[in-house]
């Protein structure tokens, strides 16, 4: 089991940035893929953004791609966020997550969840 631990959420002006970090507890933590998703008041968990165990390998949903950009670095055992562009969609708690398997975008390939930070863009 994988502790994760999410910051770096808060309060922004639409078009405005932010960067989030999720650090986990594990030894093994090269040995996971990591995701990011996002839930809205109402609205189910949906996928954001994932990487795969080296960092070589990422993916996106569409109503973020080319304003997202997630990387990791294995030998802080940290996954990060830089949102970029932000608009009052992007306005939900956001989780990390991390998988050994399954398809990147489904939330049943992940075991292990944060309690999640919260980004709210203000319009």
């Known amino acids: 089991q994988v502790h994760l631990v999410e910051s770096g959420g808060g309060l922004v002006q639409a078009g405005g940035s932010l960067r989030l970090s999720c650090s986990a507890s594990?030894?093994?933590?090269?040995?996971?893929?990591m995701g990011w998703f996002r839930q809205a008041p109402g609205k189910g968990r949906e996928f954001v953004a994932a990487i795969n165990t080296s960092g070589s390998r990422t993916w996106y949903a569409e109503s973020v791609k080319d304003r997202f950009t997630i990387s990791r670095d294995n030998a802080k055992n940290t996954v990060y966020l830089q949102m970029n562009i932000l608009n009052a969609d992007d306005t939900a708690l956001y989780y990390c997550?991390?998988?050994?398997?399954?398809?990147?975008?489904?939330?049943?390939?992940?075991?292990?969840w944060g309690q999640g930070t919260q980004v709210t863009v203000s319009s």
């Open positions: 594990t030894r093994i933590f090269d040995s996971y893929v």
């Open positions: 997550a991390a998988s050994m398997g399954g398809f990147y975008a489904y939330t049943t390939s992940y075991n292990d």
